[in-house]
């Protein structure tokens, strides 16, 4: 896994990680259920915080791109799932979207939409 972050280009290290990891699954460098190296290592390989490589980890890991399993390790999540989560998500965007146009054409702000929300 080849990775190299510019300390000099204002990009966050930890986004420049992340971007560079999700690059790698795309091109098909790491696959589904490859073990990813510890935090800690990857840190050390990098010449960064753990604290870089962990929050890192931890935005894959909330976009269902990494899978962390206690004791065990992190892993690239099945790619089948990931992008079963990506199309419910822009399936109930749709749905949203519908329903503020719908609202729209009742008379209602997106923020009245909203507030009735709220108050049902």
Known sequence: MEISLDR??????Y???????????????LSSND???PERELAEQLK???NTASMAYKELESEGILL???????FVADSNLVLQQESM?????RIVDLAIE???GLGFSWMSFLLLHKCA
Do not use: C, M
């Not at 962390?68 to 992190?74: D, E, F, I, K, M």
């Open 8 to 13: 000099k280009n204002g990009i966050p290290l």
């Open 15 to 29: 986004l420049q990680l992340k971007d560079q990891i999700k690059h790698l699954i795309h091109i098909g460098v």
């Open 35 to 37: 073990k990813l190296p």
């Open 48 to 50: 960064v915080s753990r």
């Open 68 to 74: 962390s399993l206690q004791g065990r390790g992190t």
């Open 89 to 93: 998500k822009e399936k109930l965007l």
């Open 102 to 104: 719908d609202a729209a």
